[in-house]
């Protein structure tokens, strides 16, 4: 019975673990996408070609790739330039939030971006035949509209950081995959599904609420005739 309670408290503690770092990782993406999107539309061909990098290399690049650059590559940062005494030291926390976070902003610009280009160019003009500038117009016009129709988009990206999430297992942070892993260690491997079946579980919880909580939030914004007919 004491096992049971300590495995119920590992796994609940994993749980919200899990949640700091998809809540985390989907907002550093959010606030690095909106502005990698509309630079990619709006910017000169120099800035363009530098987002379209930074796309391509997130977005080519394993995640467990892009964790291990950030956790245990920027420690050796100052061999490269013969200084090893110069280290940069991430937090486990801190580097699983950024990988996470920058390979989901790349993934966002894209979806940011599709929608920014769904706008008639036409609003963008009359916006700017009313006195707008350039800058005040995308932002007060293209680029309200855009997150609402970027909502579905969006959260499908939030389904995929969430499901991403336990590759931190491989930096020690304390999520659910960690927590079952300490679990099963525990127990000499005496259990084992039925350690892993619960948390599969609550995996398929958080993606049905966060579905839901996205939906509620899109048909709050939708409005009537100005939105795709859903099959």
């Known amino acids: 019975m004491e096992f049971f309670f300590y495995s119920v408290l590992a796994v609940l503690k994993g749980a919200g673990v899990t949640l700091l770092v998809t809540a985390c990782s989907i907002l550093v993406g959010f606030f690095l996408g909106v502005p990698l999107a509309v630079f990619r539309t709006y910017g000169n061909r120099v800035v363009q070609w530098i987002i379209q990098l930074y796309e391509g290399f997130f977005r080519g690049t394993p995640q467990i790739v892009t964790l291990f650059i950030f956790y245990f590559g920027l420690r050796h940062t100052g061999e490269i330039f013969g200084k090893p005494e110069f280290q940069i030291a991430m937090p486990p926390f801190l580097a699983a939030v950024l990988a996470l976070g920058m390979t989901s902003s790349a993934y966002l610009s894209l979806i940011f971006r599709g929608a920014i280009q769904s706008i008639s160019k036409d609003q963008y003009d009359a916006a700017r035949a009313l006195g707008?500038?350039?800058?005040?117009?995308?932002?007060?016009?293209?680029?309200?509209?855009?997150?609402?129709?970027?909502?579905?988009?969006?959260?499908?990206?939030?389904?995929?950081?969430?499901?991403?999430?336990?590759?931190?297992?491989?930096?020690?942070?304390?999520?659910?995959?960690?927590?079952?892993?300490?679990?099963?260690?525990?127990?000499?491997?005496?259990?084992?599904?039925?350690?892993?079946?619960?948390?599969?579980?609550?995996?398929?919880?958080?993606f049905e609420v966060s579905n839901k909580l996205f939906g509620v939030i899109e048909n709050n914004l939708r409005i009537p005739g100005y939105e795709l007919e859903r099959r």
């Open 132 to 206: 707008m500038g350039k800058w005040e117009a995308i932002f007060r016009v293209v680029l309200v509209q855009a997150f609402r129709l970027s909502i579905p988009g969006f959260t499908n990206e939030f389904t995929i950081v969430l499901k991403d999430s336990p590759i931190t297992y491989v930096v020690a942070i304390p999520e659910m995959l960690t927590q079952a892993r300490g679990i099963i260690d525990s127990s000499m491997g005496k259990v084992f599904f039925e350690v892993l079946i619960p948390i599969s579980i609550l995996y398929f919880i958080f």
